[in-house]
């Protein structure tokens, strides 16, 4: 029966701001963001828990009257633009269903659901900023102050939301015991292998290098290429290459180049400035700075043989995260006892765990995502996949 | 006293629109390119030239009575956004100077001055407006149609000027005699190889290409290399290959990429389209067509290499231009006269000139760019040489 509640509540929530074309648009506190924050809640309503909101916006639910020291459970509601209708829904959803359990069974454990604000960071950056808020990790003013395209500060959004609560709510004043989330993997490994369940030993170190290539403007007739300064063919030199650095260390290591811009952008005149930001990741902390100063000195070598200056700065860099040993061992168990075939892998992508992992002991559980497709309308986890997940997360609550 | 007159008009008249910051911006039909049209009027009505307006707004001016088959002269007033003060202007001022030195010495020959509207092309595409409208090459209807960024009509804007007249105004019904269209080079060679006068042979071959690469967007972290369709990595490999191809030709050809997006152009996510445009210029125009074929199976095999697929459209493609050689004659007997070093060189940009070609016999003359460099409010040519060009065009008009 189980089965039943979490696909019906999983398919009617996660349906809203979906549309075929365009997949699912649930930026942190839009208006299809409070619509899922509202039918949470009513959900919650239903089976008696509290709800509780801290100053983050984000929404805590719990069958029990002593909220400390709970086991916490649940992950964020919220897509990029264009998003799926999987990710960290999925999670939110699932933990709801073991409250409806508890609710129908009886309670068996000390629970706590959470949906964290604005994980994605699309809307105001960075991301993760419920969890690093209730974790202390984020200067709450620092956050309250950052702006969204169209120039409205978080604090407001939030205020105007309904959903700002107490500092004293924070989970980091529960003292939880445990944190679970229980995430679709977003990438093609699990599928692809035929694994139905994945166990992240932990979160991947992540560097994001700003470079930006320095050449000279010129109309792109009358200059010849032996004069030419040409920004953009330094900055596609550098992507060649770092492509092809990352390829041989598979699966080790990964580079992208997602976003770069290019300066005047007129097709007849030849580029003067790219700017451009390059994503390292690796489990490997070490050879995740390691290659970020091999394709360092591989730009200088670039940018010198064209004549053109660079500049270097450091994003931001995460390092490995990793959890907790005795809580992957509860996973690996739950998996056998279930019968499912499960593999040991790194997430690749920051989550809401990262952050509570500085406060709690804490693990996720991961199910495979259809072509590895995320962040797009394509991205879809079965009903089989979603089930097993659950089933997990169950079996490892009750051997906690 | 021709000097002194001349650098005084084009030092006032040149600095309508600029601004140490910014250059010069005066676009078709803006504020400023209205105060250049009227202060080159005012110079007009002061030696008593006549005044008048094609349906394109190009302003014409001739001290002789008969207006049929003369030797027209003049190039173009507009700039592109942060342009430079020579571009155009220099030639306008020049052919105003040889109508003042009529005017106190005496009319020698039947003249027209010019003065070319949107040549730039960068308000209203395509560009070569007003030469095109006055030589019959372009349907009216179609530029008149034409919007600019706010949305403006190009009829609309050229109505409300003030600078509209009839279109049996257009040059083309005149029977022109010869176009001479004196010009800064916008490139380096004149400057760096010790010429003070360029005599280009005609315009080169332009071919630009629309290129697209698809691939398949997703997370930047869980997606494996080896798992991953980079549109991005295709098109930087495609553009740093060129880059080499068009080098090993120098100084035959030139190829580049000016314009490049990037979709969905976030970071953390794998880039799913890039679409370019590649710009390929060569005196020899066979040489321009096979190297289009070469870089397009190059793009080819890319793509394949990469699992991308790969879209090709011919933006446009001007064949190569040829001046009048008896004109081209005249202006290197000119040189010799004056004892000035000059070069028989090709124009890789576009100019009036090359729809003049159409319909007349033409050619060009042109001086230094300071480092090649021109667009930009950096565009620089001596007084020196800006003299010497002026002289060169007296005396083909002497020669004539």
Same mark, same amino acid.
């Given at each position: ?8 509540? *999983? ?20 208006? *299809? ?30 069958? #029990? ?35 409806? #359990? ?27 900023? /419920?969890? /690093? ?20 500060? *978080? ?46 030993? /932990? ?54 180049? /997602? ?51 660079? #500049? ?10 990793? *959890? ?24 690749? !992508?920051?989550?809401? !765990? ?11 559980? $991961? ?18 996949? $979603? ?14």
């Amino acid at each position: 029966m189980d089965k039943e509640i979490f696909l019906e509540d *999983f398919n009617r929530i996660s349906k809203i701001g979906w549309t075929k074309e365009f997949g699912v648009n649930r930026e942190a506190l839009n208006e *299809f963001d409070i619509k899922v924050r509202n039918a949470l809640i009513g959900e919650l309503k239903k089976i008696g828990s509290s709800i509780s909101f801290d100053d983050a916006g984000n929404i805590y639910g719990s069958l #029990n009257e002593n909220e400390t020291n709970a086991i916490i459970i649940g992950s964020h509601m919220d897509s990029v633009p264009n998003g799926g209708r999987f990710d960290g829904m999925y999670g939110v959803i699932a933990g709801l269903n073991v409250l409806k #359990n508890f609710h129908i069974n009886g309670i068996r454990k000390n629970l706590m659901l959470v949906d964290f604000t604005n994980e994605e960071g699309s809307r105001w950056q960075p991301d993760l900023q /419920g969890s /690093g808020i209730a974790t202390g990790v984020f200067d709450k003013e620092f956050i309250y102050s950052r702006i969204d395209r169209e120039n409205k500060k *978080f604090v407001d959004v939030l205020k105007a939301s309904g959903f700002q609560g107490k500092e004293e709510n924070r989970i980091k004043n529960l003292n939880p015991e445990h944190f679970i989330e229980l995430h679709i993997e977003q990438g093609p490994v699990l599928e692809k292998e035929g694994y139905s369940i994945g166990i992240p030993y /932990g979160i991947v170190t992540d560097i994001v290098d700003f470079y930006t290539f320095i050449g000279e403007s010129n109309q792109a007739g009358p200059t010849p290429m032996n004069l030419r300064k040409d920004a953009l063919v330094g900055a596609s030199r550098f992507i060649s290459e770092i492509n092809e650095i990352a390829k041989k260390q598979t699966p080790n290591i990964v580079m992208t180049v /997602g976003e770069i811009n290019n300066i005047p952008n007129i097709y007849s005149v030849i580029p003067s400035i790219v700017k451009l930001k390059l994503d390292i990741r690796s489990p490997d902390q070490h050879l995740a700075y390691e290659n970020a100063s091999i394709v360092y000195e591989k730009a200088k070598c670039i940018a010198e043989d064209l004549g053109l200056t660079i #500049n270097k700065e450091r994003g931001w860099a995460l390092n490995t995260t990793l *959890f907790d040993e005795d809580l992957i061992k509860k996973i690996e168990k739950a998996c056998k006892e279930l019968d499912l075939k499960y593999k040991h892998i790194y997430s690749w !992508a920051t989550h809401d !765990a990262m952050y509570m992992n500085k406060i709690t002991s804490t693990a996720m559980i $991961m199910i495979p995502s259809h072509n590895g497709r995320s962040h797009t309308k394509e991205e879809f986890s079965s009903d089989e996949d $979603m089930i097993a997940g659950l089933k997990v997360l169950k079996k490892v609550i009750d051997l906690i």
